[in-house]
């Protein structure tokens, strides 16, 4: 390996991590949230997204989901 070489760490789409630190109450209104943002109707495309399995996630669909996390108390969403 080159002395030279900077190791980028790979920025995580999944959310699934956010979903852990919702509370219980909060996890049916954040997911619908979620969905909207995405235009997915299915829990399958759902669960795709969470997992970080898409390969493209729009930023300003990332910020929105940002900031419907932050609503609820999570300030980290992001990572498995």
Known sequence: ??????????????????????????????TSAICAVLGV????????????????LDIDKARKIDEIFASYGVTNPWGK
């Open 41 to 56: 109707k299915t829990k399958q495309a759902f669960a795709y997204y969470a997992d970080g399995k898409a390969k493209t």
């Open 1 to 30: 390996m080159n002395e030279n070489t900077t190791t980028i760490p790979k920025i995580s789409r999944a959310f699934r991590k956010g979903l852990g630190e919702l509370r219980v109450k909060d996890v049916q209104p954040a």
